[in-house]
């Protein structure tokens, strides 16, 4: 969709990045750092500085306590999920993952030989924990879960936590990876992390963005945590798949994590939120609910039957505003008429947007 919004130089709501400017001071650090003896190799495992600043805002912001050796840096959170599922899947194992989900999960987990287990949230995009229950058994290695939820826009409840407590309790052979890569970018409600649930943060896989956080999604840089008998394994493969990750942006992060507070980041993208909520309020979109990352889910049940494809690429073209039909994230591409908008774009594009969209 980002390469159909460049053909017709439509504004672009489909991918999400960010498209005002980064904080001056991250940027005056990465100057910095340039001139610093940072051009060569950092460690396996990521800068012993950097992974140090990490667990101290684990701590800070979910009260747990981590070694330094329990996190990794590694090229975005799609490269953390790649690593960890080719380190603990194997052939003939299952693992599963929640639809609509984002597209990497699956790739990994057929290049492992295992296979996916793809099971539809309910209606309001939270996990069916009966239906999640009947397709888990001692075969499943991995459950993927993504809170907060792209492409939904949905928040975790602490009841969907103690579900998913009682099924570890159930299975002692299943390990979580959870996808919190907006773990900073919720709302009205707070985020849960599995860094902050007895039972789930020892079986779990946590996977972070810096691209998302700092608004710096080009930089490819995040982290994961693991317990250390997994570690050693995710290790083993993250090394020969990037060894590891750009040393003048992990040197950058390391100094100017504690200068950050990212308690304000809820509410300058719950601005946003508003913001373009408000202006879609006269179109004929019918608005879902939108509690955490920066994505908005709109229906256009009301204007149109065109499957969801056919008609984000037709709104791309006749009125030059580019989406993300829901359909690509569902495993039998189940057609909701629903379309994903990003709104973490400045107000001049958030308004532009949405007078086109009013016109539709
Ligand atoms: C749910 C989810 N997980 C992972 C990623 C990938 O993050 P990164 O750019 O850090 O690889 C994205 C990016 O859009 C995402 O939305």
């Not at 899947?89 to 030989?113: K, R, T």
């Not at 590891?244 to 942006?249: D, H, I």
């Not at 179109?283 to 256009?300: D, H, I, K, M, N």
Request: one cysteine or more; charged letters at 25%; glycine letters at 4%.
């Amino acid at each position: 969709m980002s390469a159909l919004a460049n053909e017709c130089q439509a504004i672009n709501l489909s991918q999400g990045f960010p498209n005002f400017p980064i904080d001056q001071r991250l940027k005056d650090l990465f100057k910095e750092q340039l001139d610093l003896n940072v051009h060569q190799y950092a460690p396996l495992s990521g800068l012993v500085e950097l992974r140090e600043q990490i667990t101290r805002k684990i701590f800070l912001h979910y009260q747990r306590e981590l070694n330094a050796s329990n996190v990794l840096i590694t090229a975005g959170a799609t490269q953390a999920i790649f690593a960890t599922i080719q380190a603990m899947v194997h052939p003939g194992e299952e693992v599963v993952i929640l639809d609509p989900s984002y597209d990497c999960y699956e790739s990994p987990v057929l290049l492992s030989g295992a296979k996916p287990v793809r099971i539809p949230l309910t209606e309001d995009f939270l996990p069916d924990w009966e239906r999640i229950r009947s397709n888990v058994s001692d075969r499943t290695k991995l459950i993927i879960t993504n809170n907060p939820h792209n492409p939904s826009g949905m928040v975790w409840d602490k009841e969907d936590f103690k579900e998913l407590q009682s099924l570890l309790n159930d299975f002692p052979n299943l390990w979580v990876l959870s996808d919190e890569v907006y773990e900073f970018i919720t709302f009205e409600k707070k985020h849960i992390s599995a860094h902050q649930i007895d039972g789930l943060k020892d079986r779990s896989i946590v996977v972070s963005s810096f691209g998302k956080t700092f608004h710096v999604t080009g930089w490819k840089i995040g982290y994961l945590t693991a317990p250390t008998e997994v570690m050693t394994e995710i290790q083993k493969v993250h090394q020969f798949l990037v060894f590891c990750v750009n040393s003048p942006a992990q040197s950058t992060l390391a100094h100017y994590l504690p200068e950050t507070d990212l308690t304000n980041l809820g509410s300058f993208y719950q601005q946003k939120r508003d913001f373009f909520r408000a202006r879609l309020k006269n179109s004929r979109f019918t608005l879902l609910p939108s509690e955490g990352s920066y994505f908005q889910v709109a229906s256009y049940k009301n204007i149109s039957s065109e499957s969801d494809v056919e008609f984000s690429k037709r709104i791309t073209k006749e009125f030059g505003v580019a989406s993300i039909p829901l359909s690509v994230f569902h495993a039998d591409n189940r057609d909701q008429k629903l379309i994903r908008f990003c709104f973490a774009k400045d107000e001049e594009t958030l308004t532009e947007a949405a007078q086109r969209l009013c016109k539709i």
